[in-house]
């Protein structure tokens, strides 16, 4: 085997890591293959706590691939991701040096919640049931696990929080799209996460519905919760973002404040995008 001894193992993580402190969210020279295609060509992006990062950019270029590494739903292939100074995955010098046990890896996951296109509710559960489900059954690392009642009223705040609490006993199909979308975002918050994922939260919705949607993300941002948008919607990226992040075919173009990237982007393909989106 190549892999150096247990101590080492511990001292390359912790200078690793404290290398990767800087931000709540750090990622560094990240890789990811699949098959010969390389999606993600050393991406390399900081998130402060309450930071809000929209990742922008044309279909195929990495975007959801970017957020599911840091999920641990796909693994780098080099580079490494830190959340908190923990890190997620990472290589030293082009070597992968351990993979992260999995109970660690469920660990993590806790720490980060993630909203997708398609709501994916629990359609034989009820809102509050589709909230509640993940703190009594896999409560966060170092949080008790909630009673059944407090679940319950955790899951009404937070459904309160998203302007759903008169829907709690509804089934996903007796919602809305834009009502379950606000569903998966009370889930999400669930578990108190350090940071929100979100990949094209209104991609699916109905136009008149997106709204409703964006306004809670909207709130989120604007209480202090960090945030990482995949996001079409230019208006609401240029509203709610702290850094904006301009990605094509697996590299990051660009990244700025939105007054940077909207109004005096530097580089050809972010113009050329934002001529054809805007
Ligand atoms: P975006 O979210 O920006 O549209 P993706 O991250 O979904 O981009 O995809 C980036 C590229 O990676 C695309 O060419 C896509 O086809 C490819 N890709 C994504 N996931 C996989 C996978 N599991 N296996 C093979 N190719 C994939
Ligand atoms: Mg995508």
Redesign the pocket.
């Known amino acids: 085997s190549v892999l150096p001894a247990a101590g080492a193992h511990e001292a390359l993580e912790t200078t690793a890591a404290r290398e990767a402190t800087r931000g709540l969210v750090e990622i560094t020279k990240v890789r990811?293959s699949?098959?010969a295609?390389e999606?993600?060509e050393g991406i390399s992006l900081t998130v402060e706590p309450g930071g809000v990062a929209v990742?922008v950019?044309?279909?195929?270029?990495?975007?959801?691939?970017?957020?599911?590494t840091i999920n641990h739903l796909?693994k780098v292939d080099a580079g490494f991701i830190a959340i908190d100074g923990t890190l997620v995955g990472y290589e030293v010098r082009g070597r992968r040096l351990h993979e992260l046990r999995e109970k660690e890896i469920l660990r993590q996951r806790t720490e980060i919640g993630m909203v997708f296109q398609n709501f994916n509710l629990f359609p034989h559960l009820t809102a509050l049931e589709n909230v509640t489900e993940a703190p009594v059954v896999a409560p966060r690392a170092g949080k008790p696990r909630l009673s059944k009642a407090e679940a319950r009223e955790r899951g009404l705040e937070l459904l309160d929080r998203v302007g759903l609490k008169d829907r709690a006993g509804a089934y996903p199909r007796q919602l809305s799209g834009g009502q379950q979308q606000r569903v998966a975002i009370a889930r999400a918050l669930a578990l108190d996460p350090k940071i929100l994922l979100f990949?094209?939260p209104t991609s699916a919705l109905d136009p008149e519905l997106v709204n409703e949607v964006l306004d809670v993300i909207r709130e989120l941002a604007n209480s202090g919760t960090t945030l990482i948008i995949?996001t079409h919607e230019m208006g609401f990226a240029r509203d709610v973002a702290d850094t904006v992040v301009f990605?094509d075919q697996?590299q990051i173009v660009e990244q700025g404040t939105p007054e940077q990237i909207f109004t005096n982007p530097q580089e050809d393909r972010t113009r050329s995008f934002f001529s054809k989106v805007i």
Do not use: A, N, Q, Y
Request: hydrophobic content about 30%; cysteine-free; glycine content about 20%.
């Open positions: 990811k699949f098959g295609t999606v993600l990742i950019g044309p279909s195929g270029s990495g975007k959801s691939t970017l957020l599911r796909e990949d094209e995949v990605m697996g």
